[in-house]
């Protein structure tokens, strides 16, 4: 993964050291930190988020503590640690140097602010943190309510920079052509976009349920009006679906398989096709469905110009991987996701199809780890395994 130098003080005991000077800075004393998750962004930075026990004269809490080594220096007004030259930035949740709008998106007199200034319905509101990835994102998902409207939601996306407006642009581009949230305003200083709520279950609980699946030609469908739609976003899809980012950090955590990934690498790396947009992370998350239609499309955040192949690739193993999961869907979720590749054979051709599936189970073989997940060794070889055998079944 090619880490920063800083990033060997995370992994060790050392970390509880950093962890302990940091929260004395505060004035608090570290009563305990368990590690929760990894966010590693390849070649760039990685992120150990701690949940952590503090205590300040006699009163504890618990708080979320990360630890995050980055190639590039860190913002203005971070708390760093400097251990042999390398610099470890220290803070705690919702406190993050890169997300300036974080503090604000949890607040709810301040998120009442927000949405009176974007013109969002009136009502009082109540608040959860969906998801947070250190010094990328964080999703914050709100519900009003008032004497006219019950549970209204909306979303709030927290990003760096100036990713709210790029954010905004890609939804507004793409909602005359596929089923995305609607943009209800953007608070561009803070990097905050507010995002309709669409109704619907994902693909992944329909499965899980047992509940009524779409008819693969209509995804199939949804990737050819996501092509139309002409999109050019800044980021480029391919080098999210690029296994070779994933090489070095697969080979530390399972070097025995080291062949199988670097013949995975190698025959992924070669997925090619037409340039069209696409959606760059398909999975059976991002899908919405009702009555058997897929009706939202989430997390556009990466869209842009790719190959059809990887969105396909991504999304059939995601479908199987829910087997790895949930075992009372596996046959269920094989299946299904059978029947997708086969809806996209007529679009994809069949080589290039099987090394983007092959391609998406590294990067799944990834997961495990970076949530800590009890026998993540296990699961990760695993994930490893089936990548070749996508290659060699094809």
């Given at each position: 993964?090619?880490?920063?130098?800083?990033?060997?003080?995370?992994?060790?005991?050392?970390?509880?050291?950093?962890?302990?000077v940091?929260?004395?800075?505060?004035g608090?004393?570290?009563?305990?930190?368990?590690?929760?998750?990894?966010?590693?962004?390849?070649?760039?930075?990685?992120?150990?988020?701690?949940e952590?026990r503090l205590?300040?004269?006699?009163?504890?809490?618990?708080?979320?503590?990360?630890?995050?080594?980055?190639?590039?220096?860190?913002?203005?007004?971070?708390?760093e640690?400097e251990?042999?030259?390398?610099r470890?930035?220290?803070?705690?949740?919702?406190f993050?140097?890169?997300?300036?709008?974080l503090?604000s998106a949890?607040?709810?007199?301040?998120?009442?602010e927000?949405?009176?200034?974007?013109?969002?319905?009136?009502?009082?509101?109540?608040?959860?943190t969906?998801?947070?990835?250190?010094?990328?994102?964080?999703?914050?998902?709100?519900?009003?309510?008032?004497?006219?409207?019950?549970?209204?939601?909306?979303?709030?996306?927290?990003?760096?920079?100036?990713?709210?407006?790029?954010l905004?642009?890609?939804?507004?581009?793409?909602?005359?052509h596929?089923?995305?949230p609607?943009?209800?305003g953007?608070?561009?200083?803070?990097g905050i976009?507010?995002?309709?709520?669409?109704?619907?279950?994902?693909?992944r609980?329909a499965?899980?349920?047992?509940d009524a699946?779409?008819?693969?030609a209509?995804?199939?469908?949804?990737?050819?009006?996501?092509?139309?739609?002409g999109?050019?976003?800044?980021?480029?899809?391919?080098?999210?679906?690029?296994?070779?980012?994933?090489?070095?950090g697969l080979?530390?955590?399972?070097?025995e398989?080291?062949?199988?990934?670097?013949?995975?690498?190698?025959?992924?790396?070669?997925?090619?096709?037409?340039?069209?947009a696409?959606?760059?992370?398909?999975?059976?998350g991002q899908?919405?469905?009702?009555?058997?239609?897929?009706?939202?499309?989430?997390?556009?955040?990466?869209?842009?110009?790719?190959?059809?192949?990887?969105?396909?690739?991504?999304?059939?193993?995601?479908?199987?991987?829910i087997?790895?999961?949930?075992?009372?869907?596996?046959?269920?979720?094989?299946a299904?996701?059978?029947?997708i590749?086969e809806?996209?054979?007529?679009?994809?051709?069949?080589a290039?199809?099987?090394?983007?599936?092959?391609?998406?189970?590294l990067?799944l073989a990834?997961?495990?780890?970076?949530?800590?997940?009890?026998?993540?060794?296990?699961?990760?070889?695993r994930r490893?395994?089936?990548?070749?055998?996508?290659l060699?079944?094809?």
């Open positions: 993964m090619n880490l920063p130098a800083a990033a060997r003080y995370l992994d060790g005991s050392e970390v509880e050291e950093l962890l302990q940091a929260v004395a800075h505060a608090a004393t570290l009563r305990s930190a368990e590690r929760r998750s990894i966010h590693t962004r390849a070649g760039r930075s990685v992120s150990h988020v701690f952590a205590a300040a004269g006699e009163v504890e809490r618990d708080v979320l503590l990360v630890a995050h080594a980055d190639r590039k220096p860190s913002p203005d007004g971070a708390f640690l251990r042999d030259g390398a470890v930035a220290i803070w705690r949740f919702p993050d140097p890169y997300l300036l709008g503090p949890i607040d709810r007199g301040r998120v009442r927000l949405l009176d200034d974007l013109g969002a319905p009136g009502g009082q509101v109540s608040l959860r969906r998801a947070y990835r250190p010094s990328r994102r964080a999703v914050v998902e709100v519900t009003i309510t008032s004497q006219q409207q019950v549970g209204r939601i909306l979303y709030l996306k927290v990003l760096a920079g100036d990713r709210a407006s790029e905004a642009s890609i939804h507004r581009a793409l909602q005359d596929v089923p995305v609607r943009v209800i953007v608070a561009a200083a803070q976009v507010a995002l309709e709520a669409l109704e619907g279950a994902t693909l609980s499965l899980v349920q047992g699946l779409p008819d693969p209509s995804i199939v469908g949804l990737s050819h009006r996501f092509a139309a739609s999109l050019e976003g800044r980021r480029d899809p391919r080098r999210f679906a690029d296994p070779r980012r994933h090489v070095d080979i530390r955590l399972a070097p398989r080291a062949s199988a990934i670097e013949e995975v690498v190698t025959a992924a790396a070669q997925v090619s096709g037409p340039l069209v696409v959606h760059g992370d398909l999975h059976d899908l919405l469905l009702q009555d058997r239609e897929v009706t939202g499309l989430l997390d556009v955040d990466g869209s842009g110009v790719g190959y059809l192949a990887h969105d396909a690739g991504n999304l059939i193993a995601h479908v199987e991987a087997g790895h999961l949930w075992p009372e869907a596996a046959e269920r979720s094989r299904y996701a059978a029947s590749r809806a996209y054979a007529e679009e994809v051709e069949a290039q199809l099987s090394r983007a599936i092959a391609g998406a189970w990067g990834t997961g495990p780890y970076r949530a800590q997940e009890e026998g993540w060794l296990h699961a990760t070889r490893i395994d089936r990548a070749l055998e996508v060699q079944e094809a």
